[in-house]
T-cell receptor, first 114, second 114 residues
Framework: AQSVTQLGSHVSVSEGALVLLRCNYS??????LFWYVQYPNQGLQLLLK??????LVKGINGFEAEFKKSETSFHLTKPSAHMSDAAEYFC????????????FGAGTRLAVHP | NAGVTQTPKFQVLKTGQSMTLQCAQD?????MYWYRQDPGMGLRLIYY???????DKGEVPNGYNVSRLNKREFSLRLESAAPSQTSVYFC?????????????FGSGTQLSVL
């Protein structure tokens, strides 16, 4: 069975600092991997996804993530945090051979302070 | 640009009452999903519909029923609400049901069962 672990339910950074949100997955087959963001009182929006090909994936709003098969990780990074990045971030995995039934991590709430 | 529309946005029920959450999408997507979001647990799939006329159970289907009324609409029914069903419910859609598809989310329904 697939699973996703997000290390750290809350992360706090200063504006302009590096953002690093950690995601590790468990899957019996190479999975598809996603990062979604949820702003207050809104639904989730896709930040980026890895399906096949290049392991460094660039997304919206300056975020990127790298798929590392040997470490079963898909950490999300952004070089310089902005106040508008404050939100909850979810890592998710799906089985390429199955239907689009995403398995989500518990989420990491990012706070950005001046 | 409506996207995925959910109604109602808020609802309070008493234990044992029934209600239906409505979801409609205007993007001509084939696949639709219902998730629930609970603190510290991320999102969990309740039911999904790969295409019009089909529905299947997700990770946590007990206590729920769904209807794919047509290609646009996918409703979630609680026949006898329980306090354990207090949650935020999200409807989502995707063009197809394949595992690499982006999900488009509604803004959610916050349900409290007393």
């Amino acid at each position: 069975a697939q699973s996703v672990t997000q290390l750290g339910s809350h992360v706090s950074v200063s504006e302009g600092a590096l953002v690093l949100l950690r995601c590790n997955y468990s899957s019996s087959v190479p999975p598809y991997l996603f990062w979604y963001v949820q702003y207050p009182n809104q639904g989730l929006q896709l930040l980026l996804k890895y399906t096949t090909g290049a392991t460094l994936v660039k997304g919206i709003n300056g975020f990127e993530a790298e798929f590392k098969k040997s470490e079963t990780s898909f950490h999300l990074t952004k070089p310089s945090a902005h106040m508008s990045d404050a939100a909850e971030y979810f890592c998710a995995v799906s089985d390429p051979g199955g239907y689009n039934k995403l398995i989500f991590g518990a989420g990491t709430r990012l706070a950005v302070h001046p | 640009n409506a996207g995925v529309t959910q109604t109602p946005k808020f609802q309070v029920l008493k234990t044992g009452q029934s209600m239906t959450l409505q979801c409609a999408q205007d993007m001509n997507h084939n696949s639709m999903y219902w998730y629930r979001q609970d603190p510290g647990m991320g999102l969990r799939l309740i039911y999904y519909s790969a295409s019009e006329g089909t529905t299947d159970k997700g990770e946590v289907p007990n206590g729920y029923n769904v209807s794919r009324l047509n290609k646009r609409e996918f409703s979630l029914r609680l026949e006898s609400a329980a306090p354990s069903q207090t949650s935020v419910y999200f409807c989502a859609s995707s063009p197809q049901v394949f595992g690499n598809e982006k999900l488009f989310f509604g803004s959610g329904t916050q349900l409290s069962v007393l």
